[in-house]
């Protein structure tokens, strides 16, 4: 059983759309990264959200962690060819180990 | 500041065939990682080392096993390579548990 559920697993869109990808879970994080990993490349952090309804911002890309803290989203703006990769989210569990969830594939078309 | 590094970057092996992977990183962190990563699979951890001397099993850690040399270096060894094991494996090392994960550049593993 996968901890965390990332959907859609797998998104095409066109240059300069909008897209949401989601992050779920049963279980309560007491935190959740989010990392992005481009082809032939390990993950690099993008965003680490903490509080419950807690919402950051990285340029055109928004995280909001859940008021439960069991759940997250990513929304990118205008979506660049650049923005193209792997969004894995991660959750600390009670033993502080990460786990993450399976991502979710993004390919911006030019 | 190289961070994490992995070598080998690529390797062929045949079943039956031993190998270990090496892992360093520079950032002094306590906390160091095993991953494979199978398509459909997302990552998966084999070991981790929470700090120097101390190694833990993952979800996945049946075929390999793992040395904690130094703070530094946590290498991963495939006593008898199985075509199951053909993976990408990443190496990644925290401050702590909890904290961010860095990750290493990947080895790409094919056994026939």
């Known amino acids: 059983t996968q901890l965390l559920e990332q959907s859609p697993q797998f998104l095409s869109i066109q240059e300069g759309e909008n897209l949401t990808v989601y992050c779920n879970s049963s279980s309560v994080f007491s935190s959740l990264q989010w990392y992005r990993q481009e082809p032939g490349e390990g993950p690099v952090l993008l965003v680490t959200v903490v509080t419950g309804g807690e919402v950051k911002k990285l340029k055109r890309l928004t995280f909001q962690f859940g008021d439960a803290r069991k759940d997250s989203s990513l929304h990118i703006t205008a979506a660049q060819p650049g923005d193209t990769g792997l969004y894995l989210c991660?959750?600390?569990?009670?033993?502080?180990?990460?786990?993450f969830g399976k991502g979710n594939q993004v390919v911006v078309i030019p | 500041n190289a961070g994490v590094t992995q070598t080998p970057k690529f390797q062929v092996l045949k079943t039956g065939q031993s190998m270990t992977l090496q892992c360093a990183q520079d950032m002094n962190h306590n906390s160091m990682y095993w991953y494979r990563q199978d398509p459909g699979m997302g990552l998966r951890l084999i070991y981790y080392s929470a700090s120097e001397g101390t190694t833990d099993k993952g979800e996945v850690p049946n075929g390999y096993n793992v040395s904690r040399l130094n703070k530094r270096e946590f290498s991963l060894r495939l006593e008898s390579a199985a075509p199951s094991q053909t993976s990408v494996y990443f190496c990644a090392s925290s401050e702590w548990l909890q904290e961010t994960q860095y990750f290493g550049p990947g080895t790409r593993l094919l056994v026939l």
């Open positions: 991660a959750g600390v569990r009670g033993n502080n180990r990460l786990a």
